[in-house]
């Protein structure tokens, strides 16, 4: 076998550049693309001289991107991929210390969704000669310990490379772990500075790896038998469909299988667009988040048959939402195809739904169950067509009235919202008015990060998502205080040419906290902006506009909805960066939600407080345990 005299970095950097993978489009075609979109780095001592010069030899083949913040960067890399139906992933490298512990709740956003990305912070020298050196931290128990240990909790592989020849197991690992579709997350190899500049005699075999295939594992036949023997006692079944009917492309499949046995389907966040808004048997938003018709038909489900979901508190409100419910789980990961003693079905989504239906010849949910589902479906779309095209007089607009001005700004210009845009979120009110009134028409269309729901996702997401899909308008919605936390990617975004929309809510604080804080018996405070004065202090004022403009968008603070409508018209026909600011205020849609579990004070001088307990106990009794 030949070999060729590489660095730790360089063999590395080669490898990630060769690796394509077998990419399957939304229109069912496939093409083999390179499996990495590129490297965000922000270079320090760590990785600037090792990793930073084999990156500068590959540029041609694989990009390296310059960033504004660790966290955010990655949250860059994991939106790329997730818009990406994990098929693709991008690779985020810092230095030591702070660069690397900056990336530590990113990895956290990517393990909860269950996102690849590829973690490369820099490491102590694996030699101890320079120790402390800058940015080290220093156990005085642990010599092995080092700010990168940080990262085990939330990778689903972590390594240390302290030789170079170990890339040559670390990094095939990592990639079999990403590409795994039951056990995919974010990998981290850290990489101790010393060693990345090492030269040692790589196999050249490493530098041509094979092309990534996805595998689809079948279901078990005893399984199968379980499942589709559960479903025909069933008269009122609901689907329940989460992200892993877009991660597996499953959506084809669900919709043969919904029509096939006349079942209705729900959609959690992570799988919201799995079937396009208007199918007739699409009731939209289930659980805390969701929509009333949809909570309502799962309080009175008997099987509710969960294809491809963590089956999230938000999801099952708190467990309350459905516990007369026997529970089939169809899942690519055993962990969550075994939850709450349901029936574990373990399979890829798409190639499960086929065998399951195959045995299911015959069978059909009860006639009135599907007709009621058609109903409701149908009064759904009205009812949210009213709430979304409400003009506000004589007061501020809220986050429904927004919504619709966004996605009607593009029949103005002869384009159908469902189709082209995506919209992008990750916390506070706006996550559960998305899940209720947004209209996806094309799976991926609705991309919110509500598994760690991440302040400071958004602006950086909408980057990611842009990469991801070029053709399509990236629209980052979201809240005054959230887009505080992290937004310095808009200047990212301006230096790339990749062009997102950000509409900024402003209502002037952490609306949806408060909100939680007051209905659970406190006193509102600490929320508000202007809540927070102390005395001698200043009352806040955030030109949004203007910090949005100092980064290089075109920014534009519109006073209505009709100005927000106009402003969107333009934004879509711009080729920069756009950020639309509108003042809102804190009203929410109050159609649909459930009971969610947060944990009252069992002791407290105040009253609301002891009927806020009193409530809590209330829905205890409730849970499925
Ligand atoms: C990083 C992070 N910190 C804290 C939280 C808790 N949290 C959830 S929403 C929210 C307030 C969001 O405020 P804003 O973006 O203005 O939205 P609003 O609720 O006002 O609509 C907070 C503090 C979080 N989700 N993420
Ligand atoms: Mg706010």
């Known amino acids: 076998m030949k070999h060729i005299r590489l660095t730790m970095a360089q063999a590395l950097v080669q490898h990630l550049a060769s690796l394509q993978s077998e990419v399957e489009h939304l229109d069912g075609t496939t093409t083999v693309e390179p499996y990495c979109g590129g490297v965000f780095t ?52 810092t230095s030591i210390g702070p660069g690397a512990t900056n990336l530590v709740t990113a990895a956290a956003v990517a393990h909860v969704n269950r996102l690849p990305v590829l973690l490369l912070p820099g490491d102590i020298f694996a030699n101890r000669r320079p120790d402390p050196v800058l940015q080290q931290i220093e156990s005085f128990a642990q010599g092995d310990v080092s700010a990168s240990d940080c990262f085990r909790p939330v990778t689903r592989y972590f390594d240390r490379l302290t030789r170079p020849e170990h890339i040559l197991t670390a990094l095939p690992r990592a990639v079999q772990m990403m ?36 595998r689809r594992p079948p279901a078990d036949t005893r399984e199968l038998a379980n499942a589709a023997a559960l479903l025909r006692t069933a008269k009122r079944p609901l689907i329940v ?31 919201k667009s799995s079937l396009p808004w208007d199918h007739p048997l699409n009731l939209g938003a289930i659980g805390v988040d969701g929509v009333s018709w949809a909570n309502d038909m799962a309080r009175e489900a008997d099987v509710v048959f969960a294809v491809g979901t963590r089956l999230q508190d938000f999801t099952t409100g708190s467990h309350a939402l459905f516990p007369q419910a026997k529970l089939l789980s169809l899942n690519v990961q055993p962990y969550d195809a075994g939850k709450w003693s349901g029936t574990a079905l373990v399979a890829d989504a798409r190639v499960g739904l086929g065998q399951l239906q195959a045995g299911l010849q015959g069978w059909a949910a009860d006639a009135a169950w599907t007709a009621r589902a058609h109903q409701q479906a149908a009064a759904a779309n009205a009812r949210i067509t009213e709430l979304t095209t409400h003009v506000p007089k004589d007061m501020l607009p809220y986050d429904a009235e927004v919504i619709g001005a966004v996605r009607d700004s593009a029949t103005v210009l002869g384009l159908d919202s469902a189709q082209h845009d995506v919209a992008l979120c990750a916390a506070g009110t706006l996550p559960a008015e998305l899940h209720k009134l947004w209209r996806a028409g094309r799976p991926g269309n609705y991309h919110m990060e509500y598994g760690y729901s991440c302040m400071g996702y958004e602006v950086a997401g909408g980057l990611g998502v842009k990469m991801a899909r070029p053709d399509q308008e990236s629209i980052v919605l979201v809240g005054d205080g959230s887009y505080m936390m992290a937004n310095s990617e808009l200047a990212t975004s301006v230096m790339l040419g990749k062009k997102i929309i950000v509409v900024v809510l402003d209502n002037r604080g952490y609306g949806c906290i408060q909100r939680l804080q007051t209905a659970t018996g406190s006193p509102a405070f600490n929320n508000l902006l202007d809540d ?16 949005a403009r100092s980064m290089g968008a075109d920014a534009v603070h519109v006073k209505d909805v009709a100005e927000l409508k106009a402003a969107m018209v333009q934004a879509r026909q711009a080729k920069r960066t756009q950020v639309i600011v509108i003042d809102t205020t804190h009203t929410r849609t109050t159609d649909g939600g459930c009971w969610w579990e947060v944990a009252i004070p069992e002791v407290s001088a105040r009253p609301a407080v002891r009927d806020a307990y009193a409530g809590y106990l209330a829905g205890q009794q409730t849970q499925r345990i």
Request: hydrophobic share 45%.
């Open 532 to 547: 927070c004065v102390p005395e001698g202090g200043e009352r806040s004022t955030i030109d949004f506009a203007m910090h």
């Open 241 to 271: 469909a989460g992200g892993g009917v877009l991660y597996s492309q499953a959506w084809a499949a669900l919709r043969a299988f919904a029509e096939a046995h006349g079942i209705p389907v729900v959609e959690s966040h992570g799988g």
């Open 42 to 93: 922000i270079f320090g001592h760590g990785n600037v001289a090792g990793l930073g010069e084999a990156l500068a030899a590959e540029r041609s083949r694989l990009p390296t991107y310059r960033a504004h913040n660790e966290q955010t960067m990655a949250h860059a890399a994991i939106a790329f991929s997730k818009a990406q139906f994990r098929q693709r992933i991008m690779a985020v490298s």
């Open 179 to 214: 590409t795994d579709p039951a056990n995919c997350g974010p990998a981290c190899l850290s990489l101790p500075q010393d060693v990345q500049a090492m030269a040692f005699d790589c196999p050249e075999d490493f530098l041509h790896p094979d092309v990534l295939r996805f």
